[in-house]
């Protein structure tokens, strides 16, 4: 599935909730509105655009209220700073792993800008393994709705069945 092609369906999706999916950006940003919120992808890359509308997906109305959810983290963390990124990031890329079977794309987990050479990420992406069959019992509304939307594009019915997620990601 091409990013042209996820923009489409989520401003299609989600028209009524005033949010639209925008690519091409240097970085990715959420930015609220009174009328129109964005959610800015980088560049052109479909990896980046599923993952940030898993943010927008879990975003309660208050976070959605924030530029960027109200999350911030160094380019620059130390071990204790890239855990803590990591435990806010389960839950969104474990989305992002469905979204990404939903729309026939590959999926590998990622540690933002760390130098994963000198970081063991097994855990991790055990942890997003383990949230996405937690997921698969009970999705997010907006999320659902967006898989929905997907399958009903690509046919990957596999998406949300847990057979598919037999082992953690890389």
Same mark, same amino acid.
């Given at each position: 599935?091409?990013?042209? &092609? ?15 999916? $925008?690519? @091409? ?7 609220? /509105?009174t009328r129109e919120a964005r959610?800015?992808?980088?560049? +052109? ?9 898993? %943010?927008?997906?879990?975003? @309660?109305?208050?976070?959605? *209220? ?5 999350? !911030? ?5 130390? $071990?204790? *700073? &890239? ?13 992002? !792993? ?5 729309? /026939? ?13 000198? =970081? ?7 942890? $997003? %393994?383990?949230? $996405?069959?937690? !997921?698969?019992?009970? =999705? ?7 898989? %929905? ?5 690509? @046919?990957? &019915? *596999?998406?949300?069945?847990? +057979? ?7």
């Open positions: 599935m091409l990013t042209e &092609q996820i923009c489409e369906t989520f401003n299609r999706c989600f028209a009524q909730s005033h949010t639209k999916l $925008v690519g @091409g950006a240097p970085e990715p940003l959420y930015e609220p /509105g959610v800015y992808f980088r560049e +052109d890359y479909a990896s980046s655009a599923l993952h940030e509308i898993a %943010h927008w997906c879990i975003a @309660g109305a208050e976070r959605r *209220q924030r530029p960027d959810y109200g999350y !911030w983290y160094s380019d620059t963390r130390d $071990v204790k *700073q &890239q855990r803590t990124f990591e435990a806010v990031e389960i839950k969104p890329q474990a989305l992002e !792993w469905i979204f990404s079977v939903a729309a /026939g794309i590959d999926f590998r987990v990622s540690c933002d800008n760390f130098d994963e050479s000198t =970081l063991d990420i097994s855990g991790f992406s055990a942890g $997003v %393994h383990a949230a $996405v069959i937690t !997921w698969l019992d009970g =999705l997010p509304p907006r999320a659902e709705r967006f898989i %929905h939307a997907l399958v009903a594009q690509t @046919g990957n &019915q *596999q998406a949300l069945t847990s +057979d598919t997620y037999r082992k953690p990601p890389k």
